[in-house]
Each structure stands twice: as C-alpha cells, then as structure tokens.
T-cell receptor, first 118, second 114 residues
Framework: GAVVSQHPSRVICKSGTSVKIECRSL??????MFWYRQFPKKSLMLMAT?????????EQGVEKDKFLINHASLTLSTLTVTSAHPEDSSFYIC??????????????FGPGTRLTVL | SQQGEEDPQALSIQEGENATMNCSYK?????LQWYRQNSGRGLVHLIL?????REKHSGRLRVTLDTSKKSSSLLITASRAADTASYFC??????????????FGQGTRLTINP
C-alpha cells in the first residue's frame, strides 16, 4: 500500500524557537497533502491543505504566519511551527492524497509528530 | 459545517465478541471512510464506502451506509486484542480541483479485553 512518512516522530523545543516537520509520500506522487492537528483523546482537526507548486489553503482560525507550509515537490510537504509556544504542543499528522488506480480518493496518513514546547 | 459523530465514545468488549461503532453526519457526502488509530500513532485506512453503496466488507470488517439517515456503522467481527484502537469515521467535502477534504468524527475508543 501507499506509504507516508513523517520526520521527526518526536520533537521537544524551547518556547520561541521554530520547528520544521516533514511529510513524505514514499512510493507515490501527491499533488495534495494535508496537515492535521490532534489533541489528546480528540479527533483530527484539519489545519491546511498543501498544494504542490502553489500556496497552501488554511482552515478558518489557523494562522498562516504561525504555521508555514511548503509543498516544494510532489513527494514532500513541510510544516514549520514558528515561534512555538507551549499551547502549540500537540500531535501533528500529515496525509497525502493518492489518486488513480483502485484507490481513488484515499488519503494515506503519516505516523504523526509529537511536538512538545517547553 | 458537516461533522461525523461516532457513538459510543468508548467501547470495551471481550475478545471474540463483535464490536459495532456508529457514525452520523450532517450534510451530503460523496464517500465515507473509516480509519483506525493506535495510541500515539498515525491513521490506518480501513475501508471506503461510496454514497451509492449500502454495504461493504473487508475481512472481518463490515461497513454499512444509510444516506437517508446520514449514518454509517462499522462492525468488527470476532474481535482480537490487536483491534484495540480508536476508530474514526471521516466524510468528504470536495474542494478545488477535485481534491477531497475530510472531516473526522470524534472517534470511538475500542478496548478488547483478553
């Protein structure tokens, strides 16, 4: 099946620093990737849609200057949490949209990145 | 905005029993999908059911969809300890260029007791 990786899996940083999270589709090309945020025992909340070669589309209430998204290639999207604060601590999950073949309309998810801001 | 809501929020059963989780949503959909998430991990896609389908099977999984009631159910038969996880339904919303956007329900935390 389609595989999506995320790096790092865990990161601890000091308040005020920036953290970059990578999302890669390993065996397929994805023009569209998605970034989600998940609080403990809660559901996934879509933060933004990342489109290769164009600007990301952010959901209402998500600060685009805070959460910078770059989708520079068909297999890589990055999320940078700028000037991180403790309230940004969360589980961040990306997904890549697999189109074509017998798996149309399926998002494949990465394993997630646990961000802890001290 | 549409939102999937699962019930129950938590379910604990004995190994070997069947587990049923339900999902309701508010607006029209193209597809409904079920995902599994082990604690602290990413989501694993289980099954997709299209709006013109009523039932779908995959191994020990059975999914039904009732678009008139805007609800879906996920049945796991002959449960195993490894089935312990959170299960989410997700409905789609078509955005630009045909790409989908998923809206997730709150999830059901399933515990299978040995």
């Amino acid at each position: 099946g389609a595989v999506v990786s995320q790096h790092p899996s865990r990161v601890i940083c000091k308040s005020g620093t920036s953290v970059k999270i990578e999302c890669r589709s390993l065996d397929f090309q994805a023009t569209t990737m998605f970034w989600y945020r998940q609080f403990p025992k809660k559901s996934l909340m879509l933060m933004a849609t990342s489109n290769e070669g164009s600007k990301a589309t952010y959901e209402q209430g998500v600060e685009k200057d805070k959460f910078l998204i770059n989708h520079a290639s068909l297999t890589l999207s990055t999320l940078t949490v700028t000037s991180a604060h403790p309230e940004d601590s969360s589980f961040y999950i990306c997904s890549a949209l697999f189109t074509g073949g017998g798996f149309t309309d399926t998002q494949y998810f990465g394993p997630g990145t646990r961000l802890t801001v001290l | 905005s549409q939102q999937g809501e699962e019930d129950p929020q938590a379910l604990s059963i004995q190994e070997g029993e069947n587990a049923t989780m339900n999902c309701s949503y508010k607006t029209s959909i193209n597809n409904l999908q079920w995902y599994r998430q082990n604690s602290g991990r990413g989501l694993v896609h289980l099954i997709l059911i299209r709006s013109n389908e009523r039932e779908k099977h995959s191994g020990r999984l059975r999914v039904t969809l009732d678009t008139s009631k805007k609800s879906s159910s996920l049945l796991i038969t002959a449960s195993r300890a490894a089935d312990t996880a959170s299960y989410f339904c997700a409905t789609d919303k078509v955005i630009i260029q045909g790409a989908q956007k998923l809206v997730f329900g709150q999830g059901t935390r399933l515990t299978i007791n040995p």
